[in-house]
């Protein structure tokens, strides 16, 4: 559901922004645009692969947080799902560890591995990729770029939650490593780095997914 057709692509700050007057002039609590994030993104998900394993991929922020709810949706959609998670829930904080500590209560598989995903991202249909947002500061560190090298040479539908990780969402400049989506389930608006560079080859087709903002709000921002 896209409720203004017409919002314009933001910048990264842009979309932080309608955040923060959903939290705090419409008294919107934040874990309520999560969850409308995540389960749009997992009916979209669905959609676009209606069969098979998902491996979601976690962050340590929000972007995880979208993954952890995403998982919970996709289960009761009588899908298999299975979460890597890149840090143990007792890191994570705020609205990332509520939906974390709600996916593990719900009998999600959650894993922190130490050592290479390469075999359980062979046999995933899909993998999520709900590593970093728009709170990513290049170039990629540690077991960011190790796992988005992984979900790249895996044989799966790939769908990156917001903005592929690697990719800047403002300039569209592609860092080494950058996930190769086939989709991108962008939340809000579309980011004005996705029609810059090169970017679709790395964002795929892009679908904007509403987080529920009113539409009051969205006009403010349309201009
Ligand atoms: N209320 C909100 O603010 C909403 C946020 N949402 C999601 O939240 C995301 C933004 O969340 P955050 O601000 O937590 O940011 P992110 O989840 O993008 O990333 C922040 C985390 O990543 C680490 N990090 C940043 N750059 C890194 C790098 N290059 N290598 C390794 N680690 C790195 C930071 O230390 C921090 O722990 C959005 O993209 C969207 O997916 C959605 O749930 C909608 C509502
Ligand atoms: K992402």
Known sequence: MQPVRSLPPMTCDQVREIDQVAMNRY??????????????????????????????????????????????????????????????LDELKGDAATQARIAQASGIEIDVPEGTIDSALNSAEVIVDGLLGTGAKPPLRGRYAEWVESANRAD??????????????????????????????????????????????????????????????LREFAG
């Open 156 to 217: 799966a539908t790939r769908i990156a939650l917001d903005i592929p990780t690697g990719l800047d969402g403002d300039t569209g400049e592609a860092g080494e490593p950058t996930f190769c989506a086939h989709h991108t389930l962008t939340f809000a608006a579309s980011k004005v780095g996705f029609a810059k560079a090169n970017a679709g080859i790395h964002t795929g087709d892009v679908q904007v997914i509403s987080i529920g903002v009113p539409l009051k709000l």
């Open 27 to 88: 008294q919107m609590p934040s874990i309520v645009l999560m969850e409308n994030a995540g389960r749009g993104a997992a009916e979209a998900i669905q959609a676009i692969v209606p069969d098979g394993r998902v491996v979601i991929l976690c962050g340590k922020g929000n972007n995880g947080g979208d993954g952890f709810a995403i998982a919970r949706h996709l289960q009761l959609a009588g899908r298999g799902v299975r979460i890597f998670a890149i840090a143990n």
